[in-house]
């Protein structure tokens, strides 16, 4: 007999769940960081290989490629707990549901979000880019890949219950994620041009702020909704 | 090409175990002994077009079992996805000690425990895996390890395999393993016999038994007869 | 020559007859390699426009060589094991892709190591370079692939199909490639070397077959231990522990019964 | 709150249906009369590192039911996807007619009916839309109207609404009706009760009835002991 | 009591089965259409809107756009019928297995491919790419998009049978694609600097006729094996 779990035990439990579940399929786990390099090569074999062209594309392309790995991951938080039954069971864990969620967008950054941080560089030497702009890169990344984790937590919540939600997904999360895209590719295509990038950075670090305070609970009330 | 054999890892010795005490459950703490806990009144639910019951009451005390029995398509499934608070009853109130369930949603789940047609057994984690997940999770525990657990449902030596590879009757044991680790306080079980053979039919008979003869409840919906002696059965027949 | 198959393709054979060659393959492979160091980063020349860095060769074009030689050894030898069903061919197409990777991993980093003194950046996108990545992403999928089936057979079958139509791939992609750099890019930046010094050559050819011998012990060895694993349930696996330990360490078919 | 009546679109004509011809099936050609048509000969099946069955011999012939018992785990899904030429047995053949199931996979499906664990209704289609595709895509159609079909396993009243919205047992009623409309030789039903009611369990029972009265052949695996009358009953048992 | 199905009439009836599942699902059906519209606005957005670097990117935006919707529209393939038991019915009909792939393949395209080429035009205008580019952009898609749909069977096939293979499958169909892409985005570049184009074309033509013939058998092989 042992007490009820707290809150921050349980959300332990839940990352180091989802976690083991994605030791369990390494090849898996990789998939986002390697999504993310297949995306970056294909732009110099899409446009040549004119190392000018792509140093002045170099930010759009990174920031492009980012978004597209973390989006195209998020379908993968959720669905296999629906299909199986699972998310049925944490639905009726003694716990509020935000819980959930912000467990999920965590173990989802620390899949998709925090190897990319670790892989940019190089990806951006690929593609010329200078060095003061890979250190912007990097900021930018850490203060926006969180944030398309919890704004995609959303999205996720919304359309579990709907098959082939995939691209439906995008639809909506999309839209959503433009203004990081935009803050952060700007902010290191500023850098390249070594113009100050102070406000853009504060911008993301905003939006951060704000998604982590709400995105939880409109996550929560979003899964409670899609699964009955 | 006719074999008999008994199958040495599946004797199941549950009738003979001393590893779940039969110690009582704590005593209803709200109600007092005798009222029931779960109660519902006059319950609707509408699938698309189609009013599947309405005027439903549903009451159900300590050492009760409530068998919800109906053709096909009656509706049963749906009521118990609307008494766990899975989903919304289209008219009627759900309480839990006397709250509706919808408001004091944690405090309900923390004696829940609820087995869907889809169980929820992860392909991924092995059965010892997904026990000690559940349990982690849970409300409150009741002391039986995973490792027993598996062994009362005769998963001795499945322990470590990747569940993915179990056989379908195999996965639903594990699944029924974690109705043992956990002290809750109600189950509801949706065709708690889908998959499994005699020998698990009449586990799930011997756990069934001795939860309610702790004071345990139980929503169970079933095509089957359910053969649990010297217990209160109600049935609710869907139509 | 298909009795000599299904004999060679027989694990145990396989097995105490790789047991008997692999010390002379080691061996061998050693001399060559030390020879071929010391030939090369010793005894030959430095470049005049190259200056020393052009010792970076003699790792980096024997292993760019292993690399699409091992590409096109792991797809035969994964289409031999899907028609004939040989097990020993699939063993060793599924235990060449990582080795294969690994030489085509040293290709890009050597040569990026290169090419930022030679031609002051780490990367262009060169046809020769960029097919090398190609391939590099066509041998992680084929592991991936791999990777992800439980059943061994299924997984043996499955990435044999990926690999032929990888290998069907391989010059379709190359050309095409090529024919993308030079379209864009008339200023080549030429990996080639046409003309090549006999003081430099030697050692290159030397370190070459070095490496392709190096490429066959691993192969050996981790050969070994694959068919060693696989078939630790049969009784001349199960002699061979015994031998070793006096009892029998493997588990038996039946563990779980 | 219990209520009695029967639910008028659920009475099954079963027994009483004439739109089912008892027609005889064509005669076996190869083989002639009386040999059995589907036979494997030392059949082995291994999971991961474990051996299920060896040495298993399968000899089914026209009128045959053969019933695959065993507890939870033993085998018999593996036993039947290769039966079916789903799975590859790991030593053995399989025939049908004589001839290698691998070898003649397209004669031999033309006349198989295969039910599993998962059943194949699509969701987003309505039973009626179901039936049509399987019928479009079977081998040999029996004649039997899709609308009949499902009338049959009393589905009466549900054949336009998506399939996704039927209960568990009444999307296995839809997968049974494919046996109806298709005139194949051979069934294969991994747990055909499961889900079902106790009329769907006699729909059941009626069905492969008059399939074996008609020299069909099938291969059935259950928990459940099977009620069908004058048939020749060969048990397999694995353990 | 009619006669057994011929070869063509079953592949006409899978496909009508398919296209009646994405009619019931139109949302979904939509999805790469509105995928490939959403990444070519993407750049803009994170680029910045200069016509002349625009009309420099176009041509790789586009097909990489065009390869990136084919790519994720790829495992809706086979994944629910896999999930639902329907694949194993459709592996017992009594016909060869690559009609299977092929008619996946073709409904694949008439989804995927076919729409784009209404919608390419339009996006092209966006890029300010000029006309004969854009007539050119639309013969290489034509060509190009039924090999991605094919190829990608392949890929489809060889991970239905696996969990999340989501991104697995890029990481096995992408580097297949490339060829496909260097001459798509090689010819509408070079009908953009007034160059020939035929060479490419017809690269891109020889493509489309060995992945017809060749594609579907090993598709089929691929999911006879990854089934079991
Ligand atoms: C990441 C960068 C590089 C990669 C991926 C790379 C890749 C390759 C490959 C695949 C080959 C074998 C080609 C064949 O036999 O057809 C090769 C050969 C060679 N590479 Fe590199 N290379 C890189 C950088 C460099 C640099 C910087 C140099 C020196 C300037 C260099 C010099 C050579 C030479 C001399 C050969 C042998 C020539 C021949 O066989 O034709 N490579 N490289
Ligand atoms: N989303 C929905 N829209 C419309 N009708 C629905 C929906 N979901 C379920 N139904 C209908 O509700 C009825 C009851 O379904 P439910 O799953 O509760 O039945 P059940 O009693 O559990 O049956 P079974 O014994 O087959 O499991 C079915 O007739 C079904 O068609
Ligand atoms: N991919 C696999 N790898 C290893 N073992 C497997 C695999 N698939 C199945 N098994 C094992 O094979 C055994 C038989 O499985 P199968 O599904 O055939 O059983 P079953 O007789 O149908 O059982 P049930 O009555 O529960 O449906 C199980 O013990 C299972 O663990
Ligand atoms: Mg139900
Ligand atoms: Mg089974």
């Not at chain 1, 690929?126 to 969180?146: K, N, Q, R, S, Y």
């Amino acid at each position: 007999m042992s007490e009820r779990p707290g809150i921050m035990s349980t959300l332990g439990a839940l990352i180091r769940r989802d976690l083991l579940l994605a030791l369990r399929r390494r090849a898996q786990a990789l998939n986002p960081l390697v999504f993310f390099v297949i995306v970056v090569t294909l732009f110099p074999l899409g446009l040549g290989p004119e190392p000018n062209l792509l140093q002045k594309l170099a930010p759009g392309v990174l920031w492009v490629a980012a978004l597209l790995s973390a989006m195209l991951s998020l379908e993968a938080m959720f669905h296999s707990d629906f299909e199986d039954g699972s998310l049925e069971q944490l639905l009726l864990i003694p716990q509020p549901v935000f819980i959930i969620v912000l467990a999920k967008a965590l173990t989802h950054w620390l899949l998709s979000g925090l190897p990319l941080l670790l892989l940019a560089p190089l990806l951006a030497l690929w593609l010329h880019l200078p060095g003061e702009a890979i250190l912007v890169l990097l900021i930018t990344l850490a203060l926006g890949a969180p944030v398309l984790s919890l704004i995609g937590a959303i999205g996720v919540a919304l359309t579990v219950g709907l098959r082939r939600g995939g691209v439906l997904l995008s639809l909506l999360v999309l839209p959503l994620y433009i203004p990081v895209l935009i803050m952060g590719a700007g902010a290191v295509d500023s850098a390249a041009m070594g113009l100050s990038v102070g406000a853009q950075l504060s911008i993301l670090g905003a939006l951060l702020a704000f998604a982590v305070t709400l995105a939880p609970w409109a996550a929560g009330a979003a899964l409670r909704i899609s699964v009955e | 090409m006719s074999r008999n054999a008994a199958h040495p890892a599946r004797v199941n010795p549950m009738g003979a175990s001393v590893r779940q005490s039969p110690r009582e459950y704590d005593s209803l703490v709200a109600g007092g002994e005798g009222q029931p806990a779960l109660t519902a009144e006059n319950l609707a639910c509408e699938r698309g077009d189609r009013l599947l019951f309405s005027g439903l009451n549903v009451s159900l005390g300590a050492g009760n079992l409530m068998l919800v029995e109906g053709p096909n398509g009656s509706g049963k499934t749906s009521l118990l996805r609307i008494l766990c608070g899975l989903a919304q009853p289209s008219a009627g109130v759900v309480r839990w000690r006397g709250e509706e369930v919808g408001r004091s949603r944690e405090r309900y789940c923390a004696e829940l425990m609820y087995l869907g047609h889809n169980h929820g057994v992860k392909g991924d984690l092995s059965p010892c895996e997904n026990l000690q997940i559940a349990c982690a999770l849970a409300g409150v525990k009741s002391g039986v390890t995973p490792e027993e657990a598996l062994y009362e449902v005769g998963l001795a030596g499945f322990e470590d395999a990747p569940a993915r590879i179990l056989s379908a009757g195999q996965r639903r044991r594990v699944a029924l393993a974690r109705l043992l680790t956990a002290e809750a306080r109600l189950w509801v079980l949706d065709e708690p016999f889908t998959a499994l053979d005699t020998d698990g039919v009449m586990l799930v008979e011997k756990m069934l038994e001795r939860h309610l003869a702790r004071g345990g409840m139980a929503l169970v919906s079933t095509h089957h007869e359910v053969r649990v002696t010297e217990v209160n059965i109600i049935r609710l027949e869907l139509y | 020559m298909w009795l000599w198959i299904h004999k060679f393709g027989s694990p145990k054979y396989f097995y105490n007859v790789s047991g008997k060659i692999l010390p002379w393959v080691a061996g061998a492979t050693a001399l060559l390699i030390v020879i071929g160091l010391y030939l090369g980063l010793f005894a030959s020349p430095a470049d005049y426009q190259q200056r020393e860095t052009v010792r970076i060769m003699y790792i980096h074009v024997p292993s760019a060589w292993n690399s699409m030689f091992i590409y096109l050894l792991m797809a035969a030898s994964a289409a031999i094991g899907l028609i004939w069903n040989i097990k020993l061919a699939d063993i060793v197409a599924a235990v060449s892709a990582p080795i294969g990777a690994s030489f085509t991993f040293i290709t890009l980093v050597t040569g990026s190591l290169w090419g930022k003194p030679m031609w002051g950046t780490w990367w262009e996108w060169d046809a020769r370079l960029t097919s090398e990545l190609i391939l590099l992403f066509l041998y992680l999928g084929y592991i991936a692939l791999q990777s992800a089936f439980e059943d061994r057979r299924l997984a043996a079958r499955a990435s044999a199909v990926l690999a032929i139509v990888g290998a069907v791939n391989v010059p379709i992609i190359y050309y095409s490639v090529q024919w993308w750099n030079t379209l864009h890019q008339p200023q080549s930046l030429g990996v080639g070397m046409s003309t090549i010094h006999p003081s430099m050559l030697w050692p290159l050819l030397i370190m070459a077959l070095g490496f392709k011998l190096l490429y066959v012990v691993i192969l050996l060895m981790r050969t070994r231990a694959e068919v060693l694993e696989r078939e630790r349930n049969n009784a001349w696996v199960q002699e061979l522990a015994q031998a070793l330990v006096g009892k029998s360490v493997i588990g038996s078919a039946n563990e779980y019964r």
